[in-house]
């Protein structure tokens, strides 16, 4: 069960309105990495998680806080979209499609949202479910996460040095060390989990069941060898199961691959040369 607190748990004022501004700050809410795909991923994973509490409370945690800054980002969107300069307003009336985007505004935020926020990205394009993550494994779940801070952090970085709004800047401030305090977090609960299940994922597929002549050796498929001086090419593998090593221009195991011609129902092209083919 969801209780809605009408309280904002930190401030979302800007200083003056800029529906530019507005148009940017939709990335940190409908984007790939935006709040809306973090709480769902952090929602689903935890509904999904089976007979380990500990992490389905974290999972449902994060998640319903990752709802609350959806609604500091939509009422800071809301604002920046008050009392825009009248000219705007008024070409806006005229013909709203032109009118917003010689404004600097998304066209949506006057055509369809009535001058609220959008659940989209900063370009228009709308959220979709396909950018979360959840798997049923945690571990493997629990990197997404930190890959998800990680790169909201950056982008809401980048939005904080693009503004001198005063207002915005300390709504992003929260937001900034909410995804701080959640890249730690997820890395202390992937610590754990690989103190427990070892580095790779699953862990409980057997190893002997993988071609182990392949699975520790970097091969250079691309010109230049700087990449052979890297910890992935020497020493011991990091999940301490043998030698990492490097193979220059690795040779093929197969021959060339020859298909058979496909069946005349197909309609496909004829092969120019058919004794060539097996």
Do not use: C
């Amino acid at each position: 069960m969801f209780y809605h607190v009408k309280e904002l748990q930190f401030e979302a004022k800007p200083d003056r309105p800029d529906p530019l501004l507005a148009k940017k700050m939709q990335e940190l809410i409908g984007g790939q990495y935006g709040e809306m795909s973090v709480a769902m991923q952090y929602l689903f994973q935890g509904w999904s998680t089976r007979g380990n509490e500990k992490y389905r409370d974290l999972l449902l945690d994060i998640g319903t806080e990752e709802i609350g800054h959806i609604e500091m980002l939509a009422t800071m969107v809301a604002r920046l979209l008050d009392n825009t300069p009248v000219e705007a307003q008024e070409e806006a009336a005229k013909d709203p499609m032109i009118g917003a985007i010689l404004g600097g505004m998304n066209p949506q935020h006057a055509i369809v949202s009535g001058l609220g926020a959008r659940p989209g990205d900063s370009v228009g394009n709308p959220w979709m479910g396909s950018y979360i993550t959840s798997s049923g494994n945690l571990l493997a779940d629990f990197r997404a996460n930190l890959n998800a801070e990680s790169q909201g952090r950056l982008q809401a970085v980048r939005i904080y040095e693009m503004t001198d709004d005063r207002g915005v800047k300390d709504l992003l401030s929260v937001l900034i060390a909410r995804d701080s305090y959640h890249q730690n977090q997820w890395a202390a609960a992937i610590a754990e989990l690989e103190e427990k299940e070892g580095l790779l994922v699953p862990s409980t597929f057997p190893r002997e069941k993988e071609r182990l002549d392949v699975a520790f050796t970097l091969y250079n498929f691309s010109q230049g060898e700087e990449s052979s001086t890297g910890r992935w090419a020497n020493g011991v593998s990091i999940d301490g199961h043998s030698e990492f090593k490097y193979e220059n221009r690795p040779q093929p195991e197969a021959p060339k691959p020859q298909l058979r011609p496909a069946p005349p129902s197909t309609h496909n092209t004829l092969p120019m040369d058919k004794n060539s083919l097996l």
